[in-house]
């Protein structure tokens, strides 16, 4: 009988990114099974629906179990300081609903009332105060302010460690350096968060980000694109960003091709069904009140919500997507604050 010929085993060592990018389309098959209990499935829509409310609730309840703790080991609760200036409507429903979450999560919480009157040397030394207050863990102040006062100057004034609004130009230079991540945008946060909690894999994805904002397109379209390596937050995806002066028919090929839309820009109706790709997860992050010809009003999306919710595999609707998370993720950045704080007081008092 003739000597059968040697075996030969070839080995062929994969480098590290080609074997990151065979996880990531692994990671991308159980996308495929959400977490059911923040998913919604509705008769005659391909779409499911992200509960924002119930996944919010699950932040928040995670985070209140971790102020438990802190508290039980006679360490105070976590505290949010909002400032609040002049008396625009919108502003005040969304600092009651900031400070109602914090107390639910069992934070101290106050919100300091000032009138549109105050000058912003007044303001920058009210600020500085709170900076210096050991008692606050996280300090914001809400926006929009008065004409008279600089928006950046103020945002800058507040200390990059109790920044959780996270939009002091130190916290923005670290996530947009991509080696270190401070506090990030709330509404960017929980948009990532949504991401993450329904299993939506974003390595090697095509993302297309509609809207450039300084606190939420751009701090999210640089988290997406960064390296995971430097941090979890980060998304290794293809990332393309479009903005008002981008043509129409380029929107429509640019949103066709990505797996991934999120669109921040406040036109109502924006995103239609044959602008996306059939499977495609969307995120509607628009906010606008309209008037309904019956004299009501009701809050939309940039997304047409009739259309898209036919084509694509996940949804967030307006309301009650996006926003929900928004509100949990400062409550979060709030309990960093806090954690962030004490571990310093530890190693240095």
Known sequence: LAESPPLIVVSIVLPERIKQFCRGIKNSAKSAVPPI??????????ARLVDGNAMADSVCTEVCSEI????????RAPNLTVVLVGDDPASHI?????????????????????????SQDELMQLINDLNSDPTVDG???QLPLPNHINESTICNAVSPEKDVDGFNQINIGKYSSGHSVGFIPATPLGIL?????????????NVCVVGRSKHIGFPLATLLHSDRKYSELCGDATVTMCHRYTPSDQLVVMTRHADIVISATGVTGLIKGDMIKPGAVVID???TKVQLPCGKSKLMGDVDFDSVS???SLLTPVPGGVGPMTVAMLMKNTLEAAKKRFRLCREHC
């Open 37 to 46: 209990d923040c998913l919604l499935s509705k008769p005659g829509m391909r």
């Open 68 to 75: 438990t703790k802190m508290t039980s080991s006679g360490r």
């Open 94 to 118: 969304y600092v009651t609903k900031k400070q109602n979450t914090a107390k639910r999560c069992r934070m101290n919480a106050q919100t300091i009332r000032k009138p549109s009157s105050i």
């Open 139 to 141: 300090l914001l102040v």
């Open 193 to 205: 968060e949504i991401l993450k909690r329904c299993h939506i894999a974003t390595f090697g994805q």
């Open 285 to 287: 992050v628009g906010l």
């Open 310 to 312: 036919q084509v694509a």
